[in-house]
């Protein structure tokens, strides 16, 4: 599908020189002479090379529209990890490689999108948030309260995040998968 280069947004997928790339930053420039453009970033779906480009306002890009897949996430298998989908349950294998820093936030049944082209896994959507348990909280220093009163902790897939100051070991709270960041705690 054909869209203005003016349309385009970080995470589409893109065919540009004859491969597919998807935009991983974009910056819309107006020089004081000349045209505005796009000032992309983009990374190879195949092979992750990173390529630095411009597009003019008013030129065309071919957009690629991705097939989305509701699949529930079953178990790892080596390098692997497996999904059910949700229509026909059949199960589908998606390479740690795709899958990212995403990994440590996945749990048994947790529904996801797969999102593939060709019958090729492009990239999965974790939900906005996830609950997770914290295993480890550092103290809380009394008369800090004046500056953030944030604490690092660790949650149980063994990253380490900032939460507030009354939040302990054993805590379950709802974060954001995308970026780490604290939410709320677990109302449970």
């Known amino acids: 599908m054909k869209i203005n280069a003016n349309s385009l947004k970080i995470g589409n997928l893109i065919t540009h020189n004859n491969e597919l790339w998807t935009v991983v930053k974009l910056n819309h420039v107006k020089p004081g002479k000349g045209g505005a453009f796009v000032q992309t970033e983009l990374k190879n779906v195949k092979d ?23 699949c529930s996430y079953l178990f790892q298998e080596n390098n ?56 480890e909280a550092d103290a ?5 309260t004046v500056s953030s009163s944030y604490k690092p902790a660790t949650i149980k897939n063994g990253i380490k995040i900032m939460v507030p100051g009354h939040i302990e070991v054993g805590t379950k709270i709802i974060i954001k998968p995308a970026d780490g960041i604290y939410v709320e705690k677990s109302k449970l």
């Open 140 to 144: 809380v220093i009394k008369g800090q």
């Open 48 to 70: 992750n090379r990173k390529l630095n480009d411009r597009f003019r306002s008013t030129e065309n890009v071919d957009r690629i529209i991705l097939d989305e897949k509701k």
């Open 80 to 135: 692997n990890f497996v999904f059910m989908d949700l229509e026909t349950y059949e199960q589908l294998e998606v390479s740690s490689d795709i899958i990212g820093d995403q990994k440590h936030f996945l749990s048994d049944g947790m529904e996801v999108l797969v999102n593939s082209y060709e019958a090729q896994v492009i990239s999965i959507n974790l939900p906005e948030t996830c609950e997770v348990e914290v295993i």
